[in-house]
């Protein structure tokens, strides 16, 4: 089972990655799986993303906003990925589009991944108040967290915004980052549950399992927050394929 079957995705889902670690391996990683279904898919991000390590990049497609939506509709084939951003920041860093300019898009069978948060390579976080930028057509938010987290610090080496994970679950900095503090973050209406659009499915990736003890608690992790009212949670490493 890949993620895009983990996750119940088909023609037409419209998929955020929001959250921490494996948020661009994960988009790209979606648009994979798509296409070996012969869907057509297009990648791109309302925040940042960086060249994906470990899988290829599907072909890119450099435009404006205002020419977004007709370069989309010229550009995207069935049965292949499109890449679609605005600028090149920094070699193999990107810009995309604005929500609105997303949610202007043409609907249809194909599948639109999205990168919709940052954060700046840690594998854990919460956001801020300009954050996650989700387009209001999204079917599905998929919460990323790092499982190398745990038992590291609540600081900034491991986790970005540790002041605001501190507030949402109620624990000092610099404690250590437990099976709990994820939770009470992914469950929190201003942790994973923010900016979600009403009706799209909310699901949490677990990413990244190193040892034994990840995967007990990221077993953990995922019994609760299907319990309080995740569609699905899934422990996997989002650049393998298959995972």
């Known amino acids: 089972m890949d993620l895009f079957e983990a996750f119940s995705l088909g023609p037409g889902s419209i998929v955020a990655a929001v959250g921490g670690g494996g948020k661009t391996s994960l988009v790209f990683g979606l648009a994979n799986d798509a296409v070996s279904r012969g869907i057509a898919v297009a990648v791109t991000t309302t925040a940042r993303f960086t060249r994906p390590r470990g899988t290829a990049m599907p072909r890119c497609v450099m435009t404006t906003t205002g020419e977004f939506a007709a370069a989309f509709a010229r550009e ?10 605005s600028a090149e920041l920094d070699p193999g860093r ?4 604005s929500a609105e300019c997303i949610d202007a898009l043409p609907r249809g069978p194909h599948v639109l991944a999205i990168e919709a948060d940052g954060s700046a390579h ?3 976080k919460a956001p801020a108040a300009h954050e996650p930028v989700i387009p209001a057509s999204t079917t599905d938010v998929v919460v990323c967290v790092g499982l190398s987290v745990l038992g590291h610090p609540l600081s900034d080496v491991w986790v970005h915004r540790p002041g605001l994970v501190s507030d949402l679950a109620n624990v000092a900095t610099g404690a250590p980052v437990t099976a709990e503090v994820i939770v009470d973050t992914l469950l929190h209406s201003e942790g994973g549950r923010k900016g979600v659009p009403a009706g799209a499915r909310l699901h949490a990736l677990l ?7 990840h995967q007990a608690l ?3 992790i995922a019994a609760r927050l299907v319990y309080g009212g995740y ?3 899934v422990i996997a490493t989002a650049h393998e394929p298959g995972a």
Not at 77 to 82: I, L, T
Not at 94 to 97: E, K, M
């Open 122 to 124: 840690r594998p854990f």
């Open 76 to 85: 995207l084939r069935p049965g292949e990925a499109c890449t679609f951003v």
């Open 231 to 233: 569609t699905s949670a």
């Open 207 to 213: 990413n990244r399992p190193l040892t034994e003890e």
């Open 218 to 220: 990221g077993a953990h």
């Open 94 to 97: 990107f810009a995309g589009f």
